[in-house]
């Protein structure tokens, strides 16, 4: 399962990330975005784009395109 | 040898706070990524002596990505070469530690000598996490201090680990980020990260919610502020409130400074006789200078507003919601916050350019970054809509001088759009959309941080006011005062000395006379004369001498504009402070009678102020940015031809349609 086809409000673990440029992916795992950590995908902002998720312990606006390379399992 | 502290750990953990604590200066700090883009130095006086303490950009990992994050590794590698007595103090979130543990472990394996100073120790209380120091230092193997740079708590403890004796560390081994490895360096950011989770598991306790208190709040509020119909809506209202707010509010305290330095210069013009003096100071400093003095409420009010919204961690939520809108435009919602800082003045928003890691973007930011309406423009918009937009024109039941007001704003930032898609079509696009942005926690902004945050934008524009355009104002006096040209004041004075010997005496005349010599005095001198040398190229724009003067003299900074003609029309007799600029302009008339300027000519130059690169301090700073003369040199002509031939197309249309 990816991130974007989880609801809003449902917590999930991130498994992986597939497909991401290694600058996007640096990035990503920079911000807090690794294997391991907790995501909850909480609103679409007005233009349905970027996403804000909460992960960890921190809110992130990641944009959507995203979202589909995020490997996810439920938590 | 002083020791030097460098500062380092994730953005927007309180780095900047903490400097500004230990240091006891004033570096600007807000609640968003990316605030600190310098590092920036300063001296602590601690305990056993005296120590160095450098505020370092943030930065996310071990792998820089963008210029600011560039700026840390290379001092830290650069001081490590010295070999001096060094010691990097990492600063993290209590709130976010397993994130933010990732750098110190990731220095400390680096070979550097690292502490640690946990901020934000008192909203982690309030979060209800619980932290064990001595097991974290344990842990990392390196001191860690529990802190609150915002409240003062736990810097005594800090000064003790700060203080000399030298540490000797061996910096021989330490690793160089400037000729690392890339492999090394995701082996010891990987290494760091699984670090940065056992130390920070071991030794804090999570409150029993899975969501902390602050972000929870946060959680709420974004839920009003980022809904798809009110978020927008919220967005446009804070902003067309500002505008209002800055005329509204600004009008009894602009009434009450102009007053003010008026009668100073009556007052001036009364005791010290008739002369070279009395008319330098009366027609020439005071006039100049308070020309410009009398927008520090406006300019209080806006950075009031600014500083609130940085603080209060709006802005990056304002920046998602613009992201996907600017896409269309070659442009991503990392630009907001340059964009929004340049509003304030365009050398911070070309700064704030160094997070954006694509170059080719960065540079189509620093290109457009001087459209946004900066605070130096503001004078001479409040000056030209005062004088000439109706105070009765209230469109909807507001304030229309307000509107116009917002209407140069919009117009300073649909004309950047409109530059950003042209230059999608060049090859300074680059497909690099920001990946993801860290909303900070809402947070309640301090009155403190605000008000020291105010007043240094009030004094950066009261310092410009008081040394680039008292000097200038000067210059000006001296070149609108001499030489006087004898054959175009004979027949004036020998009317106006007709007209005191006449009986009856005839005030009105009399009054009429003197103007006309006040003016034939200027139109004599060298600025006069210059004037008009020039006056035929901005002639099409509806500008007579007076005007293309004061525009050319603005070149070095935007708000000469308002001080130079100030002093023409106090030396030509038409007016004595501002207030008196604003009925000069507007009652300004030919020889023939006509009208001098009309809303045509307000127009073009309204238009003209919003786009020509008119700072020479702008110019430098993108020289500096872009390590080029090439790009601010095609930035100023491609700019200054642009504000030219719009101006002109504006002139003529309004002229047109009456």
Same mark, same amino acid.
């Given at each position: ?19 991401? *440029? ?22 679409? *902002? ?30 | ?42 001296? &602590? ?13 943030? #930065?996310?990992? &071990? ?11 290379? !001092? ?13 103090? @990492? ?82 081994? #330490? ?78 305290? &602009? ?33 100049? /200078? ?5 927008? /520090? ?47 304030? @003045?365009?050398?911070? $928003? ?35 809509? #005062? ?10 039941? !507001?304030?229309?001088? $307000?509107?116009?007001?917002? $209407? ?28 993801? #942005? ?15 945050? /105010? ?142 300027? $009309? ?38 002509? !491609? ?20």
């Amino acid at each position: 399962m990816t991130l974007d086809a989880v609801p809003l409000d449902v917590p999930v673990r991130v498994l992986g990330c597939g497909g991401l *440029t290694i600058t996007d992916r640096d990035r990503l795992a920079g911000l807090g975005l690794r294997p391991g950590v907790s995501v909850v995908k909480i609103l679409s *902002t007005p233009l349905r784009d970027p996403i804000e998720c909460l992960v960890g312990s921190q809110l992130l606006a990641i944009e959507a395109r995203l979202l589909s390379h995020i490997r996810v399992e439920l938590a | 040898m002083i020791r030097v502290i460098a500062l380092a750990g994730r953005p927007n953990t309180g780095k900047t706070t903490l400097f500004n604590a230990l240091t006891g200066l004033r570096q600007r700090t807000a609640n968003f990524a990316g605030c600190t883009v310098e590092k920036a130095t300063g001296i &602590m006086t601690a305990s056993g002596g005296d120590v160095e303490i450098v505020d370092l950009p943030g #930065t996310f990992s &071990m792998l820089p990505q963008t210029a600011d994050e560039a700026v840390a590794f290379r !001092f830290l590698s650069e001081c490590a070469e010295a070999a001096g007595d060094l010691l990097v103090l @990492c600063v993290a979130e209590a709130s976010n530690l397993e994130n933010d543990l990732v750098l110190p472990a990731g220095l400390k394996a680096a070979g550097y000598p690292t502490a640690l100073a946990v901020n934000m120790i008192d909203e982690a209380r309030l979060n209800g996490i619980k932290l064990d120091a001595p097991e974290l230092s344990a842990r990392l193997a390196m001191p860690v201090v529990l802190v609150s740079a915002r409240t003062g708590e736990g810097l005594e403890q800090l000064d003790a680990l700060l203080t000399p004796p030298p540490l000797h560390a061996d910096l021989t081994e #330490t690793l160089d980020f400037r000729t690392a490895a890339k492999k090394r360096l995701h082996q010891l950011q990987d290494d760091a990260v699984e670090a940065a989770k056992a130390a920070a598991a071991a030794s804090m306790i999570w409150p029993r919610r899975s969501v902390l208190p602050t972000v929870a709040c946060s959680i709420r509020i974004d839920r009003v502020l980022l809904h798809p119909a009110a978020g927008p809506v919220i967005l446009a209202a804070a902003m067309f409130l500002l505008f209002q707010a800055l005329f509204v509010g600004a009008k009894p305290l &602009m009434d009450l400074l102009s007053d003010g330095l008026g009668s100073l210069a009556d007052s001036l013009r009364a005791l010290l006789p008739d002369g070279a003096l009395s008319s330098l100071l009366c027609d020439g400093a005071i006039p100049g /200078v308070s020309a410009v003095i009398v927008f /520090v409420p406006q300019i209080a009010i806006l950075f009031t507003m600014i500083g609130f919204l940085e603080q209060s961690g709006y802005l990056p939520r304002a920046g998602a919601m613009v992201d996907r809108a600017l896409r269309p435009f070659g442009l991503d919602g990392r630009v907001f916050i340059p964009f929004l800082s340049s509003f304030a @003045c365009a050398i911070p $928003g070309i700064m704030a350019t160094r997070t954006i890691p694509s170059e080719k973007r960065r540079i189509v930011t620093i290109l457009l970054a001087p459209l946004m309406t900066c605070s130096a423009r503001i004078p001479v918009y409040t000056l030209l809509i #005062t004088a000439f937009v109706p105070a009765t024109f209230s469109p909807l039941g !507001f304030n229309g001088q $307000g509107v116009v007001m917002a $209407g140069m704003y919009l117009f300073g930032i649909v004309m950047a759009l409109a530059l950003a898609l042209v230059m999608k079509y060049t090859s300074l696009h680059e497909m690099h959309p920001a990946p993801a #942005t860290v909303l900070p926690p809402y947070r309640v902004p301090s009155a403190k941080e605000l008000a020291r945050y /105010v007043w240094a934008r009030c004094w950066h524009f009261l310092s410009r006011a008081g040394q680039v355009i008292f000097i200038l104002s000067l210059v000006l006096w001296a070149l609108a005062a001499f030489p006087r040209d004898a054959a175009l004041l004979a027949p004036v004075e020998a009317r106006l000395e007709a007209a005191r010997e006449a009986s009856p005496a005839d005030p009105a005349l009399e009054a009429s006379l003197r103007d006309q010599l006040a003016a034939a005095r200027i139109e004599g001198s060298a600025l006069g004369r210059a004037g008009r040398l020039i006056e035929p190229v901005f002639r099409p724009l509806g500008w007579d001498w007076r005007v293309s003067v004061a525009s050319l003299s603005a070149l070095a900074a935007r708000e000469v504009f308002v001080g130079t003609l100030g002093t023409i029309y106090a030396l030509g007799g038409e007016s004595n402070a501002s207030d008196g600029l604003i009925t000069a302009l507007r009652e300004a008339k030919n020889a023939d009678g006509t009208r001098r300027y $009309g809303l045509a000519t307000a127009v073009s130059l309204l238009i003209f102020f919003a786009i020509a690169l008119q700072c020479v301090s702008t110019i430098v700073t993108v020289r500096r940015e872009t390590n080029s003369w090439k790009i601010p040199a095609m930035q100023f002509a !491609f700019l200054f031809g642009l504000a030219y031939l719009l101006s002109f197309a504006a002139y003529r249309l309004t002229l047109f349609l009456g």
